[in-house]
């Protein structure tokens, strides 16, 4: 989660709802908020266990074996679902991938999932997509110039230049 993000007036300090909530449900389960940065961006490939269990709203390091009890909150109905969604993954031989594929696999699988491992897969998925497309350069005019010379180029080839 992040506790502010930069906007162009300066930071915000509180997260978008979504991620208020994440960051709620994962603090009464947890203890605190699950670090997203490490689990989803740093981690190239997640595990069936740590994936069933950050698609739940489980810190894979605190819940290791799905026992554990960090505090007074009772986690047993998310402890379950991630057994479960652990379960198929390894029955199906699905051991280990990046975050985005156990995003898609689990949307193939019917899963529920965790808003905070939606979010942060999402956003991983975004940046990937804006470092795929490399630097934007921009036109003489102020436009952007890889679409003007595209264009260009197609006005041209219909004119069967």
């Given at each position: 989660?992040?506790?502010?993000?930069?906007?162009?007036?300066?930071?915000?300090?509180?997260?978008?709802?979504?991620?208020?909530?994440?960051?709620?449900?994962?603090?009464?389960?947890?203890?605190?908020a699950i670090p997203w940065r490490y689990w989803v961006h740093q981690m190239p490939t997640l595990t069936a266990g740590q994936a069933?269990?950050?698609?739940?709203?489980?810190?894979?390091?605190?819940?290791?074996?799905?026992?554990?009890?960090?505090?007074?909150n009772n986690p047993t109905a998310a402890c379950e679902k991630a057994r479960k969604i652990q379960r198929v993954a390894e029955t199906e031989q699905t051991l280990s991938m990046t975050p985005p594929e156990w995003l898609e696999w689990a949307r193939?699988?019917?899963?529920?999932?965790?808003?905070?491992?939606v979010l942060a897969v999402e956003e991983l998925a975004r940046q990937d997509a804006s470092a795929a497309e490399g630097p934007r350069t921009t036109g003489p005019d102020g436009g952007d110039s890889n679409q003007d010379a595209t264009a260009h180029y197609s006005s041209a080839k219909m004119r069967g230049r």
């Open positions: 989660m992040h506790p502010s993000r930069k906007t162009k007036d300066g930071p915000e300090l509180a997260p978008r709802n979504g991620e208020f909530y994440a960051a709620f449900v994962e603090t009464v389960y947890n203890g605190c069933a269990r950050l698609m739940c709203a489980l810190e894979p390091d605190v819940f290791e074996t799905l026992d554990e009890r960090p505090n007074k193939k699988h019917g899963f529920g999932m965790h808003t905070g491992f």
